[in-house]
C-alpha cells in the first residue's frame, strides 16, 4: 500500500546502497506470475501480474465481424481494446476509453498481428479485450505479453509467442523494467517486443534522448531479459497442460482401482 | 470454453423448470442456497480499498478511489459515495464493448441504493470542511466473468472495498487542504451492512442466487437487500408478477438467509489493517 498522497517525483531514483527505489538491482525483473485459462466463458484467457501491475486478456475468436464492414474477404482482422480500470492508476481515470488507450490499442495489434495467420480465417475476427486492474509502469510491454499468452491458451495458431519489456536510463544508469516511478521521473524509456519465430522487433517505442552506443547497448539488454520473460509464457502454458494431464491420470487410477473391486 | 448463448434450448428449459419443481437445481443446491462466495480484499495497490469476489463462477473486482470537491448545496456536510458498474467484454460473449447500456446501469444503481439507504455509509464523516470540501467516493466495479446474479455477488463486492478503505484524512488549513498522515478507514465510516438478495421466478417457483442458465430462463426476479433488521431497497425486474403473499414471503427470508450469510461472510474481517 503506498503512503503517496501527493503525485510527486522524488529527487533521486536509486537509495544509499546503490539499489533501485523498490530494492531492485539495474538488471533484476519485478515478480511475475501469470495464469492461463482463468477466464471460464472466454476462447482463451490469461491472467498477469508484473510488479504491482494486475493485467487480464480474453480472446473471442473467430467470430462474425461487429460492425460487418469492417470484415475483409481474404483474411481474418485481430482487433485489441485495451482499457484501464478507473481505480488501477493514482488519479481516478475517467470511465470512458482516452486517446491513450486508443493508441495502445493499436500498437498491441500491430504487434501481435506479425505471429497469427490470419490468411486462414477469412472474413472473421479474433478480438483481445485487455482490462488493466492495476497500473505501475510497463502496462503496454505487460499487455502484449499477456494477450500473446491469451492467445496461446485459445488455441489459435500462432507462429510463435511475443515478449516485450522496457529497457531504460534513470539518473543516467541503464535499468530494465521500469517502475511507473521509474518512467515519469527517468530520463528514457524504451518499451520493445519481439516475435520469437523470426526473432524480429515488432515493438518499438522511444521517449528520451540517448546516443547511438547507447540505444545498441539498450537493444541487446533487452534482448536478453526477453528471454527470461518467454521463459516464464512458456512454462505458464505447458503447467496448465501437466495439471490436466495429472488430473485425467488421476481419475484414470481411479477408475482402474474401482475396476479392480 | 463454456456453452454462453444468448437463448436456451426449449428441452434445456424444460430439464430446468421440472428441476425446480421437485426443488431441485441443475447444479444440485436448494432452493434457497447461494453458491460459494470467496473473497478477497485489498488487492488493487492503486485504489484506496477494493475487492476481488466471486460467487460460483461470476466474479467481480470493485475499487474505490476519493476525489475532494464542493459537497451538494443541500449536503453541506456531506461527502458523496456513487457507484459505477462495467460489464467488460472480457467477462462473456454477451457483454459489448461501449457505453454502459441497461444491464450495467441496473447493477450499479440496486448495488447503490442498497447501501445508501441503508445507512452504511457515514456520509458526515466524509466532510472536511462544511459547505467548501468533501469527499467524493467512487466505488467502481469491473465484471470479470458473467455466471448469472451479478447483482448480489456486487453487492458483497461494494460492502467489502468499503470495509477495506483506507482514505487520507485531510484537514482544511489556512493554506488550503493538508494531509494529515492518517486514514480515514472503514471502521469510520461504514456503518450498518447491507446485503442484497436476488430471488428469480419461473410460473410459480421462486429460489435464491439464479446462476446464468436459470436466469435465462426465468421470467422474472426480485433483489432484495437488507440489513439485519430492516429492509433498505427493492428491485423487481424482468416480465414476472409477484402476489403479495409471496412479497411479504420473500421479505421474511431475506431477514433470515441474509442475517445468516452475514454471519457466514464475517466482512469486517476485511477492515484496513493500516493506522
Partial sequence: MPLIIKDEYPETLFREDGKRLDGRDNNELR???????????????????????????????????HPHHLAKPDKGILRVFYRMATFSVFDRKRPAPGRREK???????????????????????????????DADGGTRCASITVAALALADAGIPMKSLVSAIA???????????????????????????????????SLLQFDGDMDLNEMNEFLDLAKEFLKSIHNIQLDTLKSKYIKLQEKTSKNKKDEDKKGDK | ???????????????????????????????????????????????????????????????????VGEPFPDLPNEGVCTVMAELLPIASPLFERGPPDEQSIELARVVDRGIRHADCVQTKKLCIKENEAVYILFVDMYVINYDGNLIDAGGVSALTTLISAHIPEGIMGDNGLEWTGKY????????????????????????????????????GKISI????????????????TFSIDEI??????????GSKLRKKLNLLQYLSKIE
Fill in chain 1, 31 to 65: 515478480p511475475i506470475k501469470m495464469e492461463v485459462g482463468i477466464i471460464k466463458n472466454a476462447d482463451g484467457s490469461a491472467y498477469l501480474e508484473w510488479g504491482n501491475n494486475k493485467i487480464f486478456a480474453a480472446v473471442y475468436g473467430p467470430r462474425e465481424v
Fill in chain 1, 103 to 133: 493508441e495502445i490499442s493499436m500498437i498491441v495489434a500491430d504487434c501481435l498481428e506479425p505471429v497469427l495467420f490470419l490468411e486462414l480465417y477469412p472474413g472473421t475476427s479474433f478480438e483481445v479485450f485487455i482490462e488493466v486492474m
Fill in chain 1, 167 to 201: 529497457v531504460g536510463k534513470i539518473d543516467g544508469k541503464k535499468v530494465i523494467d521500469l517502475s511507473g516511478i521509474e518512467d515519469k521521473a527517468g530520463e528514457a524509456d524504451l518499451p520493445i517486443a519481439i516475435t520469437w519465430y523470426n526473432e524480429e522487433i
Fill in chain 2, 1 to 67: 470454453m463454456m456453452d454462453v448463448k444468448r437463448i436456451i434450448s426449449k428441452i434445456e428449459k424444460d430439464y430446468i423448470i421440472s428441476n425446480l419443481r421437485k426443488e431441485e437445481r441443475i447444479d444440485n443446491r436448494g432452493l434457497w442456497e447461494y453458491r460459494e462466495f470467496r473473497i478477497k480484499s485489498d488487492i488493487i495497490s492503486s485504489a484506496e480499498g477494493s475487492a476481488d469476489v466471486s460467487l460460483g463462477d461470476t466474479r467481480i473486482i470493485t475499487g474505490l478511489k476519493y476525489e
Fill in chain 2, 184 to 219: 480515514l478507514t472503514g471502521e469510520i465510516i461504514v456503518n450498518e451492512l447491507p446485503l442484497v438478495l436476488t430471488y428469480g421466478k419461473i410460473d410459480d417457483i421462486i429460489f435464491l442466487d439464479p446462476s446464468l442458465p436459470e436466469e435465462l430462463v426465468c421470467d
Fill in chain 2, 225 to 240: 437487500s437488507a440489513t439485519e433488521d430492516k429492509i433498505t431497497s427493492i428491485q423487481k425486474s424482468g416480465a414476472a
Fill in chain 2, 248 to 257: 411479504k414471503m420473500l421479505g421474511n427470508k431475506t431477514l433470515e438467509i
